[in-house]
């Protein structure tokens, strides 16, 4: 009787240590690189705007990153970065020797990158939907930033 108990015992540790490791596993085998899961959306917060274009610049910077990594790149103007959406922004808007922020907005849409308006901070800066550069949305639903805000997201803010 006492080996049978003591049987039961080790199967009872072993099914619970099985239990407790093939979760780990299985996520470590769908973050290995062998793994054919997508990689983490990349979501760039950019709250920057002309007063910081070192900031803004950066946040572009990284979103190419992420697209040359083959990351879904969402790249969300709020606060004050919506007037750097705009399809008429001066092309003297630039950081020091950069190119100027229009054409690299454009250079990121053009490379597959999605980019949204906050609605607030858009109006709170003066600035209309029909005044946004082609390919920028602002947002209607909030599911256009939250349907980008799960488990397998990072955000960054800049």
């Known amino acids: 009787m006492k080996k049978l108990l003591s049987g039961c ?4 540790v072993a099914l619970a240590t099985v239990a407790l490791l093939l979760p780990n596993v299985a996520r470590c085998a ?5 793994g054919d899961s997508p990689k983490p959306t990349l979501v760039v917060n950019l709250t920057s705007g002309q007063d910081d274009l070192h900031a803004v610049v950066m946040a572009f910077h990284f979103a190419e990153h992420g697209l040359d990594d083959g990351r879904e790149v969402v790249v969300f103007f709020n606060v004050a970065s919506p007037p750097l959406a ?4 001066d092309a003297s808007v630039k950081f020091r020797e950069m190119p100027p922020v229009r054409a690299m907005v454009a250079h990121l849409l053009n490379r597959g990158a999605k980019i949204v308006v906050c609605p607030l901070c858009a109006k709170i800066t003066g600035v209309t939907a029909e005044e946004l550069a082609p390919g920028i949305a602002m947002i209607k639903d909030r599911r256009q930033i939250f349907g980008h805000l799960h488990g397998e997201a990072v955000v960054f803010s800049y």
Not at 9 to 12: E, L, P
Not at 86 to 89: D, H, M, P, T
């Open 30 to 34: 769908k973050d290995s690189p062998e």
């Open 86 to 89: 705009c399809k008429n922004l």
């Open 9 to 12: 015992v080790a199967a009872a």
